[in-house]
């Protein structure tokens, strides 16, 4: 039963990529943006429309109460949100800083493009990628780290269309597993990647207009990854 379902899901989901290049063309015609900014936007939209389709499949098929929330600024505000990084004391001492009032009044904010929320508490962040190579990976697993050191009971999950991170018929390469190993050694931050198209990154070439089809053993390991995480 949950193999229908999951093959009935990938159709849906083959055929939001199919009309993405669409809400291209639409958005082109009511804006001056430049278009690679345009594409851009469409294809982080493409991304999050795909996996919250697939994570409010699991929570659906889990009767879960937990929720899904995208973007920082829809948490509700009584959520424990990761804190806004400050300058201490022993650093301003150590480098010789001097700041007013106001600059101390801010700080470095941490900006995650999902949530799985179990009332007040994050259970799960979520980045949302068409691809990513290490430099980016690198980046995710910084972002990672500020999350679980808040709460080492917060998952990361980077959410992938494609993999730049190829390397030896491994989607996830051995350059891409050292990096995460070495954070998982020194800083105990574990990262999890969900890739849902078998074909490996090309440079320079368009995923929208490519219309790359959701390999179905890909998408049932990320709908697993989920029902998992939603226990």
Request: glycine content about 4%; hydrophobic content about 40%; charged content about 30%.
């Amino acid at each position: 039963m949950l193999e229908k379902k999951i093959k009935n899901l990938q159709i849906e989901l083959n055929q939001i990529i199919l009309n993405a290049e669409k809400k291209v063309d639409i958005i082109k015609k009511k804006t001056s943006r430049a278009s690679g900014g345009i594409k851009r936007m469409a294809k982080g939209d493409l991304v999050e429309e795909i996996y919250s389709r697939i994570i409010k499949f699991c929570l659906n098929e889990k009767k879960s109460n937990l929720k899904l929330i995208n973007k920082m600024g829809n948490l509700p505000k009584n959520v424990k949100k990761v804190p806004i990084l400050k300058v201490s004391q022993n650093y301003i001492n150590l480098k010789n800083l001097k700041f007013t009032k106001k600059e101390l009044a801010t700080g470095y904010e941490d900006k995650f493009d999902g949530f799985i929320l179990d009332n007040q508490d994050i259970k799960l962040v979520l980045e949302y990628k068409a691809y990513s190579e290490n430099t980016m990976l690198k980046r995710c697993l910084v972002d990672a780290s500020i999350a679980q050191i808040f709460d080492k009971n917060i998952n990361y999950c980077l959410c992938l269309l494609q993999s730049h991170l190829y390397q030896n018929e491994r989607l996830i390469g051995y350059n891409a597993h050292s990096l995460m190993d070495f954070f998982y050694q020194k800083f105990r931050v574990n990262v999890d990647i969900l890739i849902l198209v078998k074909e490996p990154r090309v440079v320079n070439e368009d995923i929208i207009k490519k219309k790359y089809q959701i390999n179905y053993e890909l998408l049932k390991n990320a709908v697993n990854y989920f029902l998992n995480n939603f226990e």
